[in-house]
């Protein structure tokens, strides 16, 4: 066991008893992570800064000697200098968390991973207020074996993915190690993927809130279930469900060389048996193709759609449920449930009145520029006050722990922490990620691209 050593002041300051700062920087005395790390065996509730506006070598590992304990993580926080985030580029693995469980890393730029730019191995790790991008394979990648609950909030990523399998956002659970594990995205931008999927997840309980997701080379979004040959002895098909529960985000589907924007269910490697739901979206289909927005594949038990906009902004027809016989198999037979949301006219594979209720379609769903990505609806457009309050599945199938109403919403660029724009209301919820109440729309600054 390494020692716990201990800086002279002022480098070191107590936050708590019992906790300690440390320092890293190129004029500090651990001028990297990895040199702290080898020195100094890191505890709940100590803190470590790291300069800005220096880039330090990829290949970060934090051990599992320098994780923290539950409700008492370890902090590690990038510093700016001179407005500039420290920047962690290169490496096989830019950023590592090996069974390093408790521990908060924020404040970063990280980038250049030749396999990937953060590889989360470990339980309560956050990944918050960083950009993470130009990753040749994935962008965030949790192994199979070890990852328990992981938060990714406040953050960017982009420019990342390669081919068929690296993803943007590649997560799973160790369902043996780790039971109940809880994956929590919210407030991230996520966009240009170089490959894959933006987000594909195979955790057992996946919570998306409140994301910007555009432009994927394939889905936007795969929720499927654990790759079944990677997984640890005693783990079965049937051992959990996987849900996820999909509430506030936009997600803009772009490339016309591939024709789905959300994958459920599984992709031939694994599926989740699972619950999906999906609550007051903002969905665009922008690649001037038909283009199909929930495709249900292999085997699932219950899908809910409230309250969801789909709009198509180039062309094409929107397909809005792709189910096959033969390439799905339901596990209490076909359980869709849906009611209050806007299609395009003309959209194909709509669900039954017996499975959707309330649905509203038309030409334009009075946005205020879609072009800008503006996507607040006017005084006068349909999804003013047009959504359903209680949105509910089949009570046989309901969904576990929901979140509504929504209480934010997303934003088409990089959210400061605690900046999160609040939706507010007015006691009619609007259709959609966004809301006007009364005359006023609430409103924030957008990036344009």
């Not at 994780?67 to 962690?88: D, E, F, M, Q, Y």
Request: charged content about 15%; proline content about 5%.
């Amino acid at each position: 066991m390494r020692a716990r050593r201990l800086l002279l002041l002022p480098l070191l300051y107590a936050g708590c008893a019992g906790a300690a700062t440390y320092q890293v920087g190129p004029t500090r005395p651990h001028t990297s992570l990895n040199q702290l790390f080898a020195a100094v065996d890191l505890q709940g509730g100590d803190v470590v800064e790291v300069d800005g506006n220096v880039t330090y070598a990829g290949g970060v590992v934090v051990p599992a000697a320098d994780g923290g304990s539950a409700g008492n993580p370890v902090v590690i926080r990038g510093i700016r200098v001179n407005g500039l985030r420290p920047r962690i580029n290169g490496g096989g693995n830019t950023v590592e968390f090996r069974q390093s469980d408790y521990v908060v890393f924020e404040g970063f730029e990280v980038s250049g991973g030749s396999a990937r730019c953060i590889l989360q191995g470990a339980h309560e790790v956050t990944v918050r207020d960083s950009v993470i991008h130009t990753c040749a394979a994935h962008g965030i990648l949790s192994t199979d074996q070890f990852s328990g609950s992981f938060t990714l909030e406040y953050s960017e990523i982009y420019g990342s993915g390669a081919g068929t399998s690296q993803h943007a956002l590649y997560i799973q659970s160790d369902e043996v190690a780790w039971p109940n594990a809880v994956f929590r995205m919210r407030h991230n931008y996520v966009h240009d993927g170089t490959g894959g999927n933006l987000l594909k997840c195979r955790h057992q309980r996946a919570e998306i809130h409140y994301n910007w997701f555009q432009g994927a080379v394939y889905h936007e979004l795969e929720l499927i279930g654990p790759d079944e040959e990677t997984q640890q002895a005693g783990w079965t098909r049937d051992l959990v469900r996987e849900d996820q529960d999909v509430v506030g985000n936009v997600i803009v589907h772009t490339n016309p060389a591939f024709g789905a924007v959300i994958r459920i269910g599984g992709d031939g490697s694994g599926v989740s048996k699972g619950r999906a739901r999906f609550v007051n979206n903002t969905i665009l289909l922008s690649s001037g193709v038909d283009a199909t927005v929930f495709r249900i594949f292999q085997e699932m038990q219950s899908v809910e759609m409230h309250n969801n906009v789909i709009d198509v902004t180039a062309g094409g027809t929107a397909r809005i449920i792709r189910a096959v016989d033969g390439e799905l198999v339901w596990t209490d037979g076909r359980q869709i449930r849906g009611s209050n949301n806007w299609i395009e006219a003309g959209s194909t594979f709509v669900p039954a009145a017996g499975e959707w209720s309330g649905t509203l379609s038309g030409t334009s769903p009075g946005f205020a520029n879609v072009a800008a990505y503006d996507l607040r609806p006017t005084a006068a457009s349909p999804l003013r006050d047009s959504g359903n309050n209680a949105p509910a599945g089949n009570p046989a199938f309901a969904f576990p722990g929901p979140l509504f109403p929504p209480a934010f919403q997303p934003r088409r660029g990089l959210v400061a922490p605690g900046t999160a724009q609040a939706r507010g209301g007015d006691g009619l919820i609007d259709i959609g990620a966004f809301e006007l109440v009364g005359d006023l729309i609430f409103a924030y600054g957008f990036q344009n691209p």
